[in-house]
């Protein structure tokens, strides 16, 4: 009579993936700088924001990279969470 030892599932041989595709670290960190290029672009070469009051009197000027780089830092936030997140199945 034989037995067989069952090989647990955490201990089964997973098939590498190789390459830039399975670097979601990279990846993020190449999405995060791309944002904030387009905000340094957008304060160089962007247009400003401008408000008057009824009476065209007084106005007010705020630089468009400003809301910008408000987003571009929500998006940083989301991007870092997904790409940097420690451990677990990256598939998902």
Do not use: C
């Amino acid at each position: 009579m034989s037995t067989v030892t069952q090989v647990p599932v955490e201990a089964k041989h997973q098939p590498a993936r190789g390459g830039v595709p399975a670097m979601p670290e990279v990846w993020g960190a190449v999405a995060i700088a791309s944002m904030w290029v387009a905000v340094l672009v957008t304060a160089g070469y962007g247009g400003d924001f401008v408000s008057q009051n009824a009476g065209q009197t007084e106005s007010t000027t705020i630089p468009s990279a400003v809301f910008v780089a408000f987003f571009a830092f929500l998006a940083s936030v989301a991007v870092a969470k997904r790409a940097f997140r420690g451990g677990g199945d990256r598939t998902s």
